[in-house]
């Protein structure tokens, strides 16, 4: 399975459209559309932004540092990780 084809499923399974995540990780729509259609790669960063968009709950505000993610919880819960 190509990176586009997942891309294009984690969007539809979470009912989100292209302009949406473009906004979130703050490229083009144009350029999530590429990805889509396998015309294009993400970089290293948009790829790591992605995942953590989708891995993770929308209700948690993150913080991104230099080989480190941690997050501020807004519930009770509070994980740290390293990229």
Known sequence: ??????????LENNELNQKML?????I??????????????????????????FMFPQTTCWIIRPKAVSTIATGSCCRSFIL
């Not at 399975?1 to 984690?10: P, S």
């Not at 473009?22 to 703050?26: F, N, P, S």
């Not at 144009?30 to 932004?49: F, H, M, S, W």
Request: proline share 5%.
């Open 1 to 10: 399975m190509e990176f586009g084809d997942i891309l294009r499923e984690l």
């Open 22 to 26: 473009a906004d979130e990780l703050h």
């Open 28 to 53: 083009s729509p144009a350029a999530i559309g590429n990805y889509v259609r396998g015309n294009q790669a993400p970089d290293y960063q948009t790829l790591k932004k992605s995942l953590i968009f």
